[in-house]
Structure formats: C-alpha cells, structure tokens
C-alpha cells in the first residue's frame, strides 16, 4: 500500500530557530504539494512541483520559506527564522500527474509544528 | 474564480442515522474535477472520490453516496447507517480542468457520529 511519508511528525522548537520537514512521494508520482493547515486558515496550498520543478510558490512567504525537491523521492520544505505563527500542520501531497486537472493528491500523515 | 463552499461547520448525529454533508461550488470552467477528502482525529486526509464535470451519475460505495447536480453546482455526500468511525473532517475540494492541478477546498465540516 503506497503512501507519502514525512517526517517528522511533530516537531517543537523556539521561535528562530530552523526547522527542515521532509517528504516521501509515492514512487512514480511527479507531482508534489506542500499545505499548510491552521484552524483559521484551513487549507493553504503552500508550493508545488511537477516533476521536481517548481510550478507555484505564490502562497508561500518568500522571505522565510523554501521549498525543494533535491532528487524524485524527496520534497523538503524549510522555515528559517521560525516564528510562533508558523505553529500549524504542514501537509505533503504527491500525485501521479494526470494531465487535465483530473490529478488525485494522495496525503502524507503531516509534520505537527509548533514554535514556542 | 474558483470556491468551494461548505456551509456545515460541524454536524451530530447518533449512529445509524444517514448524514448528508453538503458541498456548493463555483466555477466558470466547463471541465472542472470534484473531490471528497476525509480527515479522522489521527489527521491525514484520505481520498473518498473523484468525479468530473461530464459524469453527473450518482456513485455509491458501500454506506457512502454521492449526488452531483451540476445545475445547483452541488456535489452532496451521504453516508447512511453512519458509524462512530465515520466521525471526521470532510472536505470537498474542486481542480480546473487544465494542467494545474492546484486544489480549492472547502472548509470542511466536522461530522459527530455519537454511540
């Protein structure tokens, strides 16, 4: 049963500090999204890649924020400085890339990050 | 532009009940995608179904249903006989029909399946 991983899970750190999520797409997907959920933001679609480059970082803050895919199975989004309203649940998602919008995203469990 | 609206927040019922989980969307495209997501307490959120904008039949599986009414804009989630472990999140979510891919959610309502 194919899945996204990421890891880690949860993550507690000062504000400042760095902090690197990384994600696992399912194998043979060549599309992958970073999300950002908070419960007053909901779903926020952070960056995304199609075939490891990036397509849209539009919601992302650009100033703290970077999103890469250094080789096919690996997606890594990182916050330096972090501040404590970065606290949410960061979502990976992967896609097989089926032209035409029809592309189902399949979801990774999250990285719980809060910034103390 | 693009919106998907549900306009449950959260909804309770008891088991057994039948539930219908609404979901309205706007779009000016002719080829669209609609999506179902659920998200149990654990968190990940887990594709129910995909339908496109030129198939309005209804789709059942197993105690889940969808109705796709294109002239409402609606694509309603009904789960019958509800369970406990059908308490979640569920979101509704809507793709363009171009090479994007970009997701527009909904807000999700949380369902309360009570003993």
């Given at each position: 049963d194919a899945r996204v991983t990421q890891t880690p899970r949860h993550k507690v750190t000062e504000m400042g500090q760095e902090v690197t999520m990384r994600c696992q797409p399912i194998l043979g997907?060549?599309?992958?999204?970073?999300?950002?959920?908070?419960?007053m933001q909901g779903l926020e679609l952070l960056a995304y890649f199609r075939n490891r480059a990036p397509l849209d970082d539009s919601g992302m803050p650009k100033?703290?924020?970077s999103a890469e895919m250094p080789d096919a199975t690996l997606a890594t989004l990182k916050i330096q400085p972090s501040e404590p309203r970065d606290s949410a649940v960061y979502f990976c998602a992967s896609g097989p890339g089926v032209a035409g919008g029809q592309d189902t995203q399949y979801f990774g469990p999250g990285t719980r990050l809060t910034v103390l | 532009?693009?919106?998907?609206?549900?306009?449950?927040?959260?909804?309770?019922?008891?088991?057994?009940?039948?539930?219908?989980?609404?979901?309205?969307?706007?779009?000016?495209?002719t080829t669209y995608y609609l999506f179902w997501y659920k998200q149990p307490p654990s968190g990940e959120l887990v594709f129910l179904i995909r339908r496109?904008?030129?198939?309005?039949?209804?789709?059942?599986?197993?105690?889940?249903?969808?109705?796709?009414?294109?002239?409402?804009?609606?694509?309603?989630?009904?789960?019958?006989?509800?369970?406990?472990?059908?308490?979640?999140?569920?979101f509704c979510?809507?793709?363009?029909?171009?090479?994007?891919?970009?997701?527009?959610?909904?807000?999700?309502?949380?369902?309360?399946?009570?003993?």
């Open positions: 997907h060549n599309t992958v999204f970073w999300y950002r959920q908070t419960m100033d703290r924020f | 532009a693009q919106k998907v609206t549900q306009a449950q927040t959260e909804i309770s019922v008891v088991e057994k009940e039948d539930v219908t989980l609404d979901c309205v969307y706007e779009t000016r495209d496109n904008s030129f198939d309005e039949q209804n789709e059942i599986s197993g105690r889940y249903s969808w109705n796709f009414q294109k002239s409402t804009s609606s694509f309603n989630f009904t789960i019958t006989a509800s369970q406990v472990v059908d308490s979640a999140v569920y979510a809507l793709s363009k029909g171009n090479n994007f891919n970009k997701f527009y959610f909904g807000s999700g309502t949380k369902l309360n399946v009570k003993p």
